[in-house]
Structure formats: structure tokens, C-alpha cells
């Protein structure tokens, strides 16, 4: 999907030597990318609700290194938006690329493409992958100002998207009025999911904009294991802030159903 558009990125700004930042915990393919490249990640920590740093994010990015900062809106795994006014702040500040993936923006119904015109220094990345369905497919696409386009397309593979996987996409876009519905329907899903998780006890549920929801156990660990057994198989996390945390995707009512009957039985709630 959009993996390849981290790539571009990489090849595009980095240098070795040079570094990039992400407000972590966040997606770990950000890393990857600048590494392979003899780049560094510089992880700017995340405040207690997950929310970015940007104070801090705009102070490390006065080292004469900085290349980029990643921003995953919603984030992965927290599930919580990138403040516009945070990102514009960010935008307006710093001398180098700010980097926001919207993979789960359709879960959020809201985007930054509309600041593309105005800042040469914004890239949104996005995907076929989640809300579509189409992870197999591997097509994903960045919008940015046409100078920007420009300069990335420089480090674009030739012939790195197949004929077939546009046409499927193609097709996935002109019947988005199917998709749509679906898209809501995770979208309420995921409030009445966050609900019964937040009436376990010991539990405490972060809000999610995303099509998951992040939820902090007493012993994660144990909870992981207990579910595998039954069949079910939740995200493991790790990272600052995510100590005894388990990224939960919003599936439908009655696999959600089914996850909360696993979750009473294995922390002990009576019916």
C-alpha cells in the first residue's frame, strides 16, 4: 500500500547522517525506511493521552539534520487524530518535510489534503489497504504541492504499480457509494465496542478514530494468551506509554460480541 510511498520519502529527504522524526509510539515502518537509507529516527515522545508533542517535535527539529517529521493520523496503534491546528503550527515553524498518513482517515472523516496547496512542505500519504479492503493489492498514493510531486517523483520506481492493481482501484472509486455504508458501519462499531470494553473492569479504553481501539490491561500478556486460545488474536504493542496495552480491531457485531464474552470470562466478570 503506502509502504512504498515511505520509501520514495526516504530516498527523496535522507541522507546518511541525517535524521527524521516520528511522535512516538507510532508506526514502525517510519523507522525502517530512514534506516535503510543510514538515516536516524529521533522518537519524540507522545504526551500521557497520545497527543503530539509538537513543542518538542519543532525544538528537535532545529538540529541541522532534520529531514522530516512523521505524523500518523490517526495514529497506529493509539487511534487519535493529529490536531489540524497542531500540524499548521508545525507546518508554519519548521524548515523541513512533515510527512501525515492518513491510512485510517476514512474511519476519522477528516483530512489535511486541503492544506496541500498552500504548504510545499506537506505530504499526505494514503492507501487502498484499510477502509477499501485492498491490502493485497499494494496501492497506495501521496497527495502534496505540485513542486513536491515533482521532486518525489525523482525517486519513484518506473512501472512500480501494476495495470491490474490500478484498475481494481479505479473500480474501488467509482463504487465508493458501497464502501461508504460499510465504512459507517465500523464507525459505529467501534463506539459501541469502546462501550462494553469500558465496562470491564480494570480495563481503560483510549478513544480511536481508526478502525481498532487500544485497550490497557492489568496483564496483557495473560489476556493475549487467553484469547489466542480461543481463537481470537489481538495486536501485542510495545513502546513507551503502551506498557499492558493490546491494539483490538472493530470487526463486526457479533465477532465483537463473541470478544467480550472471551474478555468476561478470562478476567473473571459473572454474567
Known amino acids: 500500500g503506502a509502504d512504498e510511498a515511505l520509501d520514495i520519502l526516504a530516498k527523496t529527504f535522507v541522507d546518511p547522517g541525517t535524521c527524521a ?9 517510519y523507522r525502517i525506511s530512514v534506516e535503510l537509507l543510514d538515516g536516524r529516527i529521533i522518537e519524540v515522545a507522545r504526551r500521557p493521552d497520545f ?42 515553524t519548521v524548515e523541513c518535510a512533515v510527512v501525515v498518513d492518513e491510512a485510517y ?3 476519522a472523516g477528516e ?46 520506481p518506473p512501472n512500480s504499480v501494476s495495470t491490474i492493481s490500478l484498475t481494481l482501484a479505479k ?23 469502546a462501550g462494553r470494553l469500558a465496562e470491564l473492569p480494570n480495563v481503560e479504553v483510549y478513544p480511536s478514530q481508526a478502525n481498532f481501539i ?16 480461543r481463537g481470537m488474536v489481538l495486536r501485542r504493542v510495545s513502546g513507551p506509554l503502551l506498557e499492558n496495552c493490546l491494539r483490538i480491531t472493530v470487526l463486526d457485531r457479533k465477532a465483537n460480541d463473541r470478544l467480550i464474552t472471551s474478555l468476561k470470562e478470562v478476567l473473571g466478570v459473572k454474567s
Open 21 to 29: 522524526l516520528v511522535a512516538s509510539p507510532t508506526y514502525s515502518m
Open 51 to 92: 497527543s503530539d508533542n509538537v513543542e518538542a517535535l519543532i525544538e528537535q527539529c532545529k538540529r541541522p539534520e532534520a529531514r522530516m517529521v512523521f505524523l500518523c493520523s490517526p495514529n497506529n496503534p493509539t487511534g487519535n487524530l493529529s490536531k489540524r491546528e497542531d500540524v499548521v503550527r508545525l507546518l508554519e
Open 105 to 107: 482517515a476514512e474511519f
Open 111 to 156: 483530512s489535511l489534503v486541503d492544506l496541500t496547496g498552500k504548504y510545499e512542505n506537506l505530504i499526505i500519504v494514503r492507501t487502498f489497504s484499510k477502509a477499501f479492503g485492498m491490502a493485497g493489492v499494494r496501492i497506495g498514493y501521496m497527495v502534496a504541492h505540485p513542486e513536491t510531486i515533482r521532486l518525489l517523483s525523482k525517486a519513484r
Open 171 to 193: 473500480l474501488a472509486l467509482e463504487n465508493r457509494d458501497e464502501i461508504l455504508p460499510k465504512i459507517e458501519e465500523i464507525k459505529r462499531e467501534r463506539e459501541r465496542l
Open 214 to 229: 487500544l485497550a490497557r490491561f492489568e496483564q496483557a500478556d495473560k489476556v493475549y494468551s487467553e484469547l489466542l486460545k
